[in-house]
């Protein structure tokens, strides 16, 4: 009988999962660390790697070796400013890992899956489910007054590992949620939360039934939201995508991930000529739909002209505040008749939908793992933060050393 590798380290697993069942009923793999270290972004620009005890583990947690996470926008955003006065706190939200230890109450993850020490897991949001939106409206959870994300939220005195720039993440927060995702690489795992961004963009803009086979779209911004976009639209049966950036490396990976023209506004600097490209790709009539990626104002007051009348546009380039622009709501809007939404984060029930399309992008072939350009260790995330500001890749991620 043959027995491939991974069969015996599944045998392996499940055999030292027994032996270190401990009385309580709580499982680990292996000895539990009396320490162990994160980065701590103790104030903006300075990222230190800090060594902290390892907390008495309870039965209602979940230790999890860390193996990877990206670093988005918003975590530069913070490591900038401080911004949202965080500091001093553990960064990284978008991370993924293995469990090492098992509290003994936690019988299945978010999905309702069985989960065992040795499985891959990645969190979601830290869900509140008591506020006005929470109570009253549980189909927009993604918009909870109350909602933490591991890796936004400050050092706890009682467990200093709630952010994925560390060795170990503890999920331990009422209110967790997270999912097992052992059919899913690393690159894919720390691509999942900007996928799920995505996702929920993608499904807020069909919910206009403006996005079909036949639609044409027009991406605005080819950063790493904005590229996600253009697979999660190639995924979804959009065939139709017009790019538009200033980078010609990223315009030349939103081709490799679906899009079907590509503009590049610093070679066309004239904003009627590049409306004038898209009404040309579009029977006269401009864009269908148009998704807004790029957290320019600028850009942002542009974008309507790219619009036929009765189409629609999803705003979810400005997770951060980039200031305000002004249009003319006249001609952007009301003659238009424009089908305007925007997009805020996602919640935990948009992480299975983002799990299959991931999936999907292995069947069809849509190369997002290319999307993964640069990676850093602990002790260089003050880098990982500058190449990502430089724009000098795409997505930056934090693998331990
Ligand atoms: N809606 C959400 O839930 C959510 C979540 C995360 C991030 N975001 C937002 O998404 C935005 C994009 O994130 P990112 O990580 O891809 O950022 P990024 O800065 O790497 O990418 C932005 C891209 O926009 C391009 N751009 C700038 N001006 C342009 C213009 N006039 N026309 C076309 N392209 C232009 C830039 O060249 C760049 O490639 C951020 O501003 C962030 O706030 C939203
Ligand atoms: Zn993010
Ligand atoms: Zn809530």
């Not at 350009?373 to 991620?397: R, S, W, Y």
Request: charged share 20%; with cysteine.
């Amino acid at each position: 009988m043959d027995v491939s590798a991974s069969q015996v380290e599944e045998v392996v697993r499940k055999i030292l999962s027994e032996l270190s069942t401990s009385s309580t009923g709580s499982t680990a793999c292996c000895a539990i660390p009396k320490s162990a270290k994160a980065a701590v972004l103790a104030e903006p620009k300075k990222f230190v790697v800090k060594e902290f005890p390892m907390p008495e583990l309870t039965d209602n947690d979940i230790l999890v070796k860390v193996e990877g996470c990206g670093v988005c926008g918003t975590d530069v955003h913070e490591w900038k400013g401080d911004p949202f006065g965080l500091c001093p706190l553990v960064l990284g939200h978008e991370g993924t890992g293995e469990i090492v230890y098992l509290g003994k109450n936690i019988k299945e993850d978010t999905a309702g899956h069985p989960i065992k020490v040795g499985d891959k897991l990645v969190t979601s949001v830290i869900s509140c489910d008591n506020c006005f939106i929470c109570r009253n409206h549980p189909g927009q959870k993604n918009l909870c007054w109350n909602q933490g994300i591991y890796g936004l939220v400050p050092i706890d005195p009682s467990n200093p590992f709630r952010g994925w720039f560390a060795e170990y993440i503890l999920i331990r927060d009422p209110g967790s949620t997270y999912f097992v995702v052992n059919d899913l690489n690393l690159n894919q795992r720390m691509l999942l939360e900007v996928a799920c961004v995505c996702v929920h963009a993608l499904l807020r803009g069909q919910k206009t039934g403006l996005l079909n086979f036949n639609s044409k779209v027009v991406l605005q911004g080819c950063g790493p939201v904005g590229l996600m976009m253009c697979s999660v639209l190639r995924a979804a049966g959009i065939n139709h995508v017009i790019a538009i950036d200033g980078s010609p490396k990223r315009l030349e990976m939103a081709k490799k991930l679906g899009a079907k023209t590509t503009i590049n506004f610093r070679e066309i600097t004239d904003k009627k000529e590049r409306v004038a490209i898209v009404q040309g790709l579009t029977d006269g009539a401009g864009a269908d739909f148009a998704y807004q990626c790029t957290g320019a104002p600028a850009a942002a007051a542009d974008i309507y002209d790219f619009i036929r009348r009765g189409g629609g546009m999803c705003e979810m380039g400005f997770f951060v505040n980039n200031g305000d622009y002004q249009v003319n709501p006249h001609f952007a809007m009301c003659n238009k008749e424009i089908n305007l939404i925007g997009s805020w984060a996602y919640s935990a029930e948009d992480y299975p939908v983002t799990m299959a399309f991931l999936r999907q992008c292995k069947e069809m072939n849509i190369p997002i793992e290319d999307l993964i350009t640069h990676t850093f260790p602990l002790d260089k995330m003050n880098e990982a933060c500058e190449v990502n500001v430089a724009q000098q890749g795409i997505k930056v991620c934090y693998i331990p050393g």
